[in-house]
Every structure is written in structure tokens, then in C-alpha cells.
């Protein structure tokens, strides 16, 4: 792995990705809830943590509930020697029960009749997290929304 650490910004990541995502967050009249008060940056690897809140935000565009503004919310805290970033949208969710053990598996998806994707997107932020040294877990309900939480020391 060729690429140093630097100190990130979440917010300028955010920023970024919206003004990329610009056409869609119009057209669905996303709504963005961002909180980076307790902890906006930290030291590591820009492109992959730019890929794992691409991935997360452009999924909770795609998979927003019909009729209903997305909103996505990205807040950080700090928990003693860990940073944790929560992203949490009201979209359509995965039924855990179900499909729980294939969310972060490849080539998985779950809602094929909503959005083009090949099921590479939660298994790459999967990845990327744990080679940053964190972990990810999800919660999710069906028509009530997702929340993922990646947690990494500092």
C-alpha cells in the first residue's frame, strides 16, 4: 500500500461527494443532518475513507422509500481512545433477519428491483474499514430506514 496517512476532514469529504452527487440529491430533494462537532478529522488514508462515505451516502440516495425526501444523517463522537462515525438514513432498509449474515458479503444485493448496483459496495466499505484498523456494524428495519456505525481507535 503506496498511499500515506494525512489528516482527513469529514466534512470536506462530505462536501465533495455532494457537490458529485449535486444531480441526484436535487432530484430526490435529499435532506443532509451532519454533526462533525465532537470529531471532524482524524489521520488516515483519504481515498479510502472518501470511498466508504461515497458508498454509504450513495446508498441511502438509491435506496431511499419512494415519495419521501432521503434524509441522510452523518454525525461523529468520540468514545474514549475511538472515533465513531454513525450513518443513518430513512430509506427502504434490509431486512437483517433475513439477509443479515450477506450484508457486507460480495456480489449481495438486496434490493435489485430498485437500483442497478453488482453488490460490491458494502463489502469494499467492509473492507476499507477494517484495513483502516475499524469495524462496521449495521442496524436496519424494512420502510423504517439503516444505520451503520464504523468505529476506529485513534
Known amino acids: 500500500m503506496s498511499q500515506k496517512k494525512e489528516i482527513v476532514r469529514f466534512s470536506d469529504i462530505v462536501n465533495d461527494i455532494k457537490a458529485s452527487l449535486n444531480t441526484t440529491i436535487s432530484k430526490e430533494k435529499a435532506i443532509f443532518i451532519l454533526d462533525f462537532s465532537a470529531v471532524d478529522e482524524m489521520l488516515t488514508l483519504k481515498g479510502y475513507m472518501y470511498s466508504i462515505f461515497y458508498n454509504l451516502i450513495s446508498n441511502g440516495l438509491k435506496y431511499h ?13 468520540k468514545q474514549n481512545d475511538k472515533i465513531e462515525l454513525l450513518f443513518k438514513d430513512n430509506g427502504i432498509g434490509i ?4 439477509k443479515g449474515e450477506q450484508v457486507f458479503m460480495l456480489y449481495k444485493r438486496f434490493h435489485p428491483q430498485v437500483a442497478e ?3 460490491i459496495g458494502l463489502y469494499m466499505v467492509k473492507s476499507q474499514v477494517e484495513s483502516l484498523g475499524g469495524k462496521i456494524s449495521v442496524e436496519s428495519e424494512v420502510n423504517k430506514g439503516t ?4 468505529e476506529f481507535e485513534t
Not at 419512494?66 to 454525525?75: D, H, L, R, T, V
Not at 444505520?147 to 464504523?150: E, K, M
Open 95 to 98: 431486512d437483517l433477519k433475513k
Open 117 to 119: 448496483g453488482k453488490g
Open 147 to 150: 444505520i451503520f456505525i464504523i
Open 65 to 77: 422509500q419512494p415519495g419521501i425526501p432521503a434524509i441522510i444523517e452523518i454525525k461523529s463522537s
